[in-house]
């Protein structure tokens, strides 16, 4: 007689009055009763004894139970994770490139992570000429495998829009233009309004910016201000109305800490009498402020848990971690068939179909570490395309090669987390710093499952039935 385990990547959701049963590995979710659901989280063999032979078989069919003892289960995960790593670098497509055309910026934000090496990096401004060289001499090799038209190219700094960057933006989107590449920015909009025509949607415009406000106009202007402390969020505010009047779209991220949270459901009606939320083409979202590279003050910060907790009190009607998260996973609830969970990396770091370039021809693999030499990924110059060795290490972390993950229930659905922030906090780019991330994952794929019920979905997918189960 076979004898079954419970899975060691099973999760069990608690709802109002059931249990929602997720497995971490292919996807597969099915409402059962708060009882099971309980017996099943202990994770005790003598559980399975209580069960009917269509129960255990139903179970073992869904990846709930199995067969495998748990280090052959380990394996096998490991095997799997490899697997999709591979298959995902295989069939890589699109890409990115993010130019860094100066570290320079109209505002001191003192949790700003590149304040460190701004001072000594400020002179360097990225020219036309050397766009000219990258697009027509360099961009196959930096990309390899990618065609220009599945290139995403991004204005990044510092501030992008600085007077000085026009030459270069101008000369890139004649490039995006040409190739029928998409173009975004990650701006502070103080800026824009001196080459409004630059944005707008359709290649050779920048179609999406994202910009950040730290709470409402009092908190802001004491947090996102110039060395002069002249006030900024007025005019960010108008300048968001302008590139949503020029067809731009507008992703409005909110810094948030413990001391600016209060102010949000006042920035929020502020934003909604100018016109800037209920635009189609405005989104807006709640981000915790994070110490990563930089050392920041970090007393009143908060993790992604306690932000949207603080979301929900405040019952304000805005994306925040967990809501984006459940946005994220709501489609595994319309899966009938194949794989549902195929993240093995979390970012661009570790794929790098993404990388940052910077004035001085460096490379990098993640924009936080932009600026840092010791975190360089290579170098472009008149020679051409050269690589260092941690473009290969950061290539191989993934989550079949991070011990803990391979452990993990929630492993594909979160990739190994944020390997700057992991090495930060860890001292160990392979070893992962949870934090909140499992609560978040689970938390997130509950109110997916909520938003379904309500909008009248059924309550496991379809094929998913066992009433015996379910009793």
């Known amino acids: 007689m076979t004898k079954h385990h419970i899975s060691q990547y099973l999760n069990v959701i608690d709802l109002e009055d059931s249990s929602l049963l997720f497995n971490g590995v292919n996807g597969c979710m099915d409402a059962v009763s708060r009882k099971l659901g309980d017996s099943l989280r202990t994770k005790d063999a003598e559980t399975l004894s209580f069960l009917s032979p269509k129960d255990i078989d139903f179970l073992t069919k869904r990846g709930h139970l199995t067969a495998l003892p748990p280090e052959t289960e380990q394996a096998r995960f490991r095997e799997l994770a490899a697997a999709f790593h591979h298959k995902r670098e295989k069939q890589a497509t699109h890409g990115g490139l993010m130019l860094l055309m100066s570290y320079n910026c109209n505002l001191a934000c003192k949790y700003c992570y590149q304040q460190e090496h701004r001072p000594h990096k400020s002179k360097a401004v990225m020219t036309p000429e050397f766009i000219e060289s990258i697009f027509e001499n360099h961009i196959a090799d930096i990309l390899p495998g990618i065609e220009l038209k599945n290139v995403d190219l991004s204005f990044y700094g510092g501030e992008p829009f600085l007077p000085a960057n026009g030459p ?42 994202q910009v950040s406000l730290d709470g409402d106009r009092e908190l802001h202007d004491k947090s996102r201000i110039p060395a002069s402390g002249e006030k900024t969020f007025d005019k960010i505010v108008d300048n968001m109305a302008l590139l ?57 910060f908060m993790d992604a848990g306690e932000l949207s907790s603080k979301v929900f009190a405040l019952g304000i009607d805005m994306e925040h971690p967990i809501s984006l998260r459940a946005n994220d996973m709501s489609y595994l609830f319309k899966l009938e068939k194949g794989l549902g969970l195929m993240q093995t990396s979390f970012c661009m770091q570790t794929t790098q179909n993404t990388l940052v370039i910077d004035p001085f021809g460096d490379l990098y693999a993640c924009f936080e570490e932009a600026g840092y030499p010791e975190y360089r990924v290579g170098h472009v110059s008149k020679d051409g395309v050269e690589f260092f060795p941690l473009r290969e290490t950061y ?74 189960v379910h009793g």
């Open 168 to 209: 270069v933006i101008r000369k890139a989107l004649g490039y995006a233009q040409r190739h029928g590449m998409a173009s975004r920015a990650i701006s502070n909009a103080t800026q824009v309004d001196s080459m409004a025509d630059i944005f707008g949607s359709g290649p050779g415009k920048v179609n999406t910016v």
């Open 244 to 300: 949503l009047k020029q067809g731009t779209h507008v992703s409005i991220r909110l810094n948030l800490d413990r001391r600016t949270m209060q102010s949000i459901p006042a920035l929020m009606a502020e934003l909604k009498r100018k016109g800037i939320l209920g635009a189609p083409n405005a989104s807006i979202y709640a981000s915790p402020l994070h110490d990563n590279v930089a050392a920041v003050d970090t007393t009143d």
């Open 395 to 468: 290539k191989t972390r993934h989550v079949a090669n991070m011990e803990e993950c391979v452990k993990c229930p929630v492993a594909l659905a979160c990739g190994g987390q944020c390997g700057v922030r992991c090495r930060a906090k860890t001292g160990d780019l392979f070893k992962p710093h949870c934090d909140e991330i499992k609560t978040t994952i689970l938390e997130g794929l509950k109110l997916a499952y909520q938003k379904r019920l309500k909008n009248g979905g059924a309550a496991v997918p379809a094929g998913a039935g066992a009433p015996s």
